[in-house]
């Protein structure tokens, strides 16, 4: 089956600190992988995406790259900002644009000034 | 991008009343919306699966005589939590890919707070 593996949380940086979020998955057939955020009080909304190996998304300062050969989409940000503090997910979605998206447990990041 | 919106944002309701909850996409067509439950610090757990013009499709462990679910329209999706309980008190979060699909992604409504008093 589909299965995606965050890292335990939660994650508290300080401001301007590097930010590395790892997640791996596991999926039968070949998976789109998406990071999502959820700020707080709100839905989620995508971050990036990465439809094929080796692709690499990114926005707003925040990059992962689809990693085949570890089976790996880790986050990353160069220098986090106190508004970065929301709850990121890592998915997967494998074969339609209606299949369900299997998600991650999510992990809770934390800036402080 | 497009949106998904849903409504009530958040509902008290008595223990045994029901509600019901809606899930419109705004600017597209959807044949297709999934209803997810977040509870807190936890990831999201899919309930079902809304298919307009049939039967949703719901994941194992969740009841479908207590959670219905209707997709009237290529637009909208509502969830109806019947007989309410404290223990249903969650955040109720709907999503869709557009018809037009091709661009491999799902567009998520803001989530509705449902508490059972």
């Known amino acids: 089956g589909n299965s995606v593996t965050q890292m335990e949380g939660p994650v508290t940086l300080s401001e301007e600190a590097f930010l590395t979020i790892n997640c791996t998955y596991t999926?039968?057939?070949?998976?789109?992988l998406f990071w999502y955020v959820q700020y707080p009080g709100e839905g989620l909304q995508l971050l990036l995406k990465?439809?094929?190996?080796?692709d690499k998304g990114s926005n707003k300062g925040f990059e992962a790259t689809y990693r085949k050969e570890t089976t790996s989409f880790h986050l990353e940000k160069g220098s986090v900002q106190v508004s970065d503090s929301a709850v990121y997910f890592c998915?997967?979605?494998?074969?339609?644009?209606?299949?369900?998206?299997?998600f991650g447990k999510g992990i809770t990041l934390s800036v402080r000034p | 991008g497009a949106v998904v919106s849903q409504h009530p944002s958040r509902v008290i309701c008595k223990s045994g009343t029901s509600v019901k909850i809606e899930c419109r996409s705004l600017?597209?067509?959807?044949?297709?919306m999934f209803w997810y439950r977040q509870f807190p610090k936890k990831s999201l757990m899919l309930m079902a699966t809304?298919?307009?013009?049939?039967?949703?499709?719901?994941e194992q462990g969740v009841e479908k005589d207590k959670f219905l679910i209707n997709h009237a329209s290529l637009t909208l999706s509502t969830l109806t939590v019947t007989s309410a309980h404290p223990e249903d008190s969650s955040f109720y979060i709907c999503?869709?890919?557009?018809?037009?699909?091709?661009?491999?992604?799902?567009?998520f409504g803001p989530g509705t707070r449902l508490t059972v008093l």
């Open positions: 999503s869709a890919p557009p018809l037009a699909g091709g661009l491999n992604e799902q567009f």
């Open positions: 999926a039968t057939g070949y998976p789109s």
């Open positions: 990465a439809t094929k190996a080796d």
């Open positions: 998915a997967l979605r494998v074969a339609g644009a209606n299949s369900k998206l299997t």
């Open positions: 600017d597209f067509q959807a044949t297709t």
């Open positions: 809304s298919n307009e013009g049939s039967k949703a499709t719901y």
